[in-house]
């Protein structure tokens, strides 16, 4: 199994451009979610889908952020428009239980 | 979720068990034990959870106090590819057995010195 996979790997971008970040889950994993770390506030989670649904996402931290699942297969988180202080790690998880999250490579976020 | 205390960092020679511990004190009677591991710049990645019993799998063991009041994870015999930040989290199921996300904490830097 390939893992989650996420793209890009990193990005860097101007600070009022629109930011497209990509996940693809582990097949057969029915939860997917979103984590952002930074060095002043660390692993915070963002949002998350059960079957493609978005369960809870008091995590995104305001309307220039927003998430889709069109599918089992694919997940993207948008950030439009970008600010530097969106600068940050993403992670995408999925889980097949209530117990074991596992977690992508990571998009390091840049925006200057 | 209960709140959870762990060291900021720990060594470890190698070779050597490496005993990172964690305070719940306020943890509920329904509340799992996890922990995770970030090795540097890669995503976390789940060890090891455990509710009552002593758990053990191929990385690790978890030992939880009678009261539950405390817990340690123990890796039998840290190699280098240990240094980590580890999280033990702490978390109630689901209502209807289902998954929700993960608060983590500041986590315990342990590192594995040669």
């Known amino acids: 199994d390939a893992g989650v996979i996420q793209s890009p790997r990193h990005e860097v971008t101007e600070m009022g451009q629109e930011v497209t970040l990509r996940c693809k889950p582990i097949s057969g994993h029915d939860y997917l979610f979103w984590y952002r770390q930074t060095m002043m506030r660390g692993l915070e989670l963002l949002i998350y889908?059960?079957?493609?649904?978005?369960?809870?996402d008091s995590g995104m931290p305001e309307d220039r952020f927003s998430a889709k699942m069109p599918n089992a297969s694919f997940s993207t988180l948008k950030i439009q428009p970008s600010e530097p202080r969106d600068s940050a790690v993403y992670f995408c998880a999925s889980s097949p239980d209530p117990y074991e999250q596992y977690f992508g490579p990571g998009t390091r976020l840049t925006v200057t | 979720d209960a709140k959870t205390t762990q060291p900021t960092s720990m060594d470890c020679a190698e070779g050597r068990a490496a005993n990172l511990p964690c305070n719940h004190s306020t943890i509920s009677g329904n509340e799992y034990v996890y922990w995770y591991r970030q090795i540097h710049s890669q995503g976390p990645q789940y060890i090891i959870h455990?509710?009552?019993n002593n758990e053990t799998n191929e990385m690790a063991s978890l030992i939880i106090t009678e009261d539950r009041k405390s817990s340690t994870l123990i890796l039998p015999h840290a190699t280098l590819r240990d240094t980590a930040v580890y999280y033990c989290i702490v978390r109630p199921p689901v209502a209807g057995g289902g998954a929700d996300g993960l608060t983590f904490g500041k986590g315990t830097h342990l590192i594995i010195q040669p």
């Open positions: 455990g509710l009552k």
């Open positions: 889908f059960n079957n493609n649904v978005p369960i809870d």
